[in-house]
């Protein structure tokens, strides 16, 4: 059998006062807070695919990406909507300083609702740390994580975490 993994990019966006602007993807097995981004296309570079993916889905039109500060990989069995079974994601993760801003999607709600995307918002690591509702974040650990680069810098070589799901 062979093993399939999406490829993707994600932008970990920061603000000038440590606010990480998460997106909230709702599947029928629960909610998730995950950073902006999506699958990298066929020939598609992952930095090119991230400034897409942005665009898409915050507006955010020129980011100014940092260094790559994670990688992730997501195992899971899922068969999309156009009968690809996968077996999970790989994820790379890129830092973004930005001014906070509004989001203001390229694409429709009806596209974003189409790719699971409900809501944006911008959580602070102590927010994130405290919340007690019933959405997860993904990763888990984000707020140790996004707090490790607040207090540290960007990691000379990316963080490599596995979830299971």
Known sequence: MTVNFRLAVRGLIIDDAGYVLLVR??????????????????????????????????????????????????????????????????????????????????????????????????WSIDEIASYTGSDKFAPRDIHSLVWEILENGPPDIPFEIHQVN
């Open 25 to 122: 993807l709702v599947f029928p097995e629960g909610a998730f807070w995950v950073l902006p981004g999506g699958g990298i296309d066929t020939d598609e570079d992952v930095k090119d695919a991230l400034r897409r993916e942005l665009r898409e889905e915050t507006g955010l039109a020129e980011p100014i990406i940092g260094p790559h500060v994670w990688n992730r990989l997501h195992e899971f069995n899922l068969v999309d909507t156009d009968g690809v079974q996968w077996h999970g994601q790989r994820e790379s993760v890129f830092l973004i300083h930005s001014q906070r801003f509004t989001v203001n999607p390229l694409l429709t709600d009806q596209q974003l609702r189409a790719e699971n995307l409900h809501e944006h918002r911008w």
